[in-house]
């Protein structure tokens, strides 16, 4: 991994605020639903999750699974597997079953609470499950899908949520949902690049130009079939290092001129990024 420290950093004052929270109200919780995304396993876990909810249960909950590389991500997906349970989940297609097995495994995990109540001749109460996650890695969506609801904004952006929801699950359920959170410095260029790369930094800070040129520059060394498919780009016959001449190339293929007849540049920029961001490219695994 390349050491190297990136200048994307993106930590609003709203991410801080909801840690501040989340700590705040950890009393109140029961199991956490850690959502990444299955394309940037590695890169979409929140690093210092574990400080922030402490001993409390846990289950990751991986999304966007259709768009991976499969062999690549169940690999690392079975790291995680060793800590604790993992559940995959198509939301975009998904089916009930999935849905079910989510609920069926937080009803198992936390089920000593309600015996304990039934045995002091209490009833039993709704599971509190906090979703916790990195911007844009589905965590809205997922509510939307467990609660049979769309009362929580979508979108392929970071920064869509803005404040903790509580929305009610069935009769067993409760969930809260936060705003995407990040650390507040990005680690390495590897890390930033493919987090901005998937939407998970807000694309009004970007460079694109350097976002764009990750992507070709990974996508020909791990997936060149795919470059070649999307946009008819030969990288065997490119040289990778005059990202110039790729560019030109990807833009005679997407006809991004100018009236002019000039190249677009930034709109080749864009419709790499958006290309990835809208899952038209798909079958790859970042980390």
């Avoid at 920064?159 to 949902?177: A, F, P, S, Y």
């Avoid at 507040?184 to 939407?199: D, F, Q, R, Y």
Wanted: hydrophobic share 40%; proline share 3%.
């Amino acid at each position: 991994m390349n050491e190297n420290k990136t200048n994307i950093n993106w930590f609003p004052g709203h991410m801080a605020k909801t840690k501040r929270e989340i700590s705040e109200k950890l009393a109140l919780i029961d199991i956490v639903y850690e959502v990444i995304d299955a394309r940037i396993p590695i890169s979409s876990k929140i690093i210092d999750l574990d400080d922030l909810i402490k001993n409390k249960k846990r289950i990751m909950i991986v999304t966007k699974y259709d768009l991976c590389d499969k062999n690549r991500t169940d690999l690392l997906l079975a790291e995680y597997r060793k800590k604790y349970p993992v559940i995959v989940l198509n939301l975009k297609d998904g089916n009930q079953k999935e849905i079910n097995n989510l609920i069926n495994t937080t009803n198992d995990l936390l089920k000593d609470i309600n015996e304990t109540r039934k045995a002091k001749g209490l009833k039993p109460r709704l599971f509190r499950a906090l979703v916790v996650g990195a911007p844009n890695v589905g965590k809205s969506t997922l509510i939307n899908r467990i609660s049979h609801k769309n009362s929580l904004k979508t979108g392929n952006r970071a920064g869509i949520t803005k404040g903790i929801t509580w929305v009610r699950v069935g009769n067993t359920i409760e969930l809260m949902d936060t705003p995407g959170i990040l650390y507040p410095k990005i680690a390495t260029s590897e890390v930033g690049l493919n987090l901005a790369s998937l939407a998970s930094i807000n694309e009004d800070i970007l460079n694109k130009e350097e976002v764009a040129s990750y992507i070709i520059k990974f996508l020909s060394k791990n997936y060149p079939t795919i470059l070649n498919e999307r946009y008819n780009l030969d990288i065997k016959l490119l040289d990778i290092n005059n990202l110039k001449t790729i560019f030109e190339v990807i833009a005679l293929n997407t006809s991004s001129y100018t009236k002019g007849g000039i190249v677009d540049y930034n709109r080749v920029y864009s419709i790499i990024i958006n290309d990835l961001k809208e899952g038209r490219i798909r079958n790859i695994t970042f980390d």
